[in-house]
Every structure is written in C-alpha cells, then in structure tokens.
C-alpha cells in the first residue's frame, strides 16, 4: 500500500473570508490537510516559521509579498530530512500573492522528490490553484505529479466529502 505524506502550512486567527476578515481556530489548509489524512491515510507534517507571520491580515500578507518579492525562504520551527519512505506527497496551503507561502519552498527545497509523485492543494478565497502547481514543478524534481485541488477557503469545513473523492483517486 502507497505511503502518504501531507506538507501543509496554515493560518489561524485573521483570514480573508468571503469578503471580510474573519477570526478563525484552526486554519483553512489545516482542515482541508486533515481531510485528506482522514480519506487516504498518512503522515502530516506542519510548515512552521520561527519568526511568526503578523496576527494582523493586511500586514500579513505585505510580509507575505516582500516575502515573495526577495525570493525568501523563511527559517522553519523543524524540518523534514528525508521522505523516502513515501510514495505521495501532498503539498497544501494558502494562496498567498498566487502561490504557496515562501516557508513551504524552504521545506521543500531541502527533499528529494525522484519517484514520488507531488498533488498540489492550495486553499483560496477566489484564485483557485494559482502558480502553485508550476511553482512545484521547478521545486520537486524527479518527481510526477498529479492533478491539484483547489478549496475555497471560506467552505474548507465543508469541502470533506470532495476533498475524500479527490485523494482516493489521486492515489
């Protein structure tokens, strides 16, 4: 049986939301990650920064594009060494400025994905998948890859049954 891994970074507290800013527990990817672990089994694996992102929405997201703008790769809280254990890797998170926060390319970059085959997942509020699925491609080579999801942020808790019908066919 095919080994999962589930990469994910996820926001809590304030989140653009249909619109509005909304305080939310648990974040949007986060759920959506959990989904997936739920439907196919797995391991799951949180991108966390040592320097946090701002509670503040708008200046999070200035930090997410300054970010973005330098090509950074923010220090992470640990680090995967090695995935060759498994086969799937899922790579989620939010659609920050058209792709994945700068802190998943600093995880990702320090892997060797030969042979596995990479699924994008990225939660939005309207840009569905984004650059997120060519930004992957650069980074994980030796690996295929497979069709992404995209997730509405707002609808993330209820998205279970697509997101379950999506991992069961993607492995």
Not at 15 to 35: D, L, M, P, R
Not at 115 to 132: D, P, Q, R
Request: charged share 25%.
């Amino acid at each position: 049986m095919a080994k999962n891994l589930i990469i994910y970074y996820s926001r809590k507290g304030e989140n653009y939301w249909n619109g509005s800013i909304k305080n939310i527990a648990k974040g949007n990817t986060e759920i959506v990650a959990e989904f997936i672990q739920k439907a196919v089994g797995g391991d799951l694996f949180e991108v966390d920064t040592v320097k946090p992102y701002a509670d503040d929405y708008y200046v999070c997201i200035e930090e997410a594009k300054k970010e973005l703008r330098e090509n950074a790769r923010p220090e992470l809280k640990e680090y995967l060494e090695d995935i060759s254990e498994y086969d799937n890797v899922f790579v989620c998170g939010p659609c920050w400025w058209g792709t994945f926060p700068m802190a998943i390319f600093t995880q990702l970059e320090k892997l060797d994905f030969t042979g596995k085959k990479v699924f994008a997942v990225m939660t939005h509020e309207g840009s569905g998948l984004g650059n997120c699925e060519r930004d992957l491609k650069k980074l994980c080579t030796g690996a295929t890859f497979g069709e992404g999801l995209a997730v509405h942020g707002a609808d993330a808790s209820k998205s279970e049954s697509t997101v379950a019908a999506w991992a069961k066919k993607s492995v």
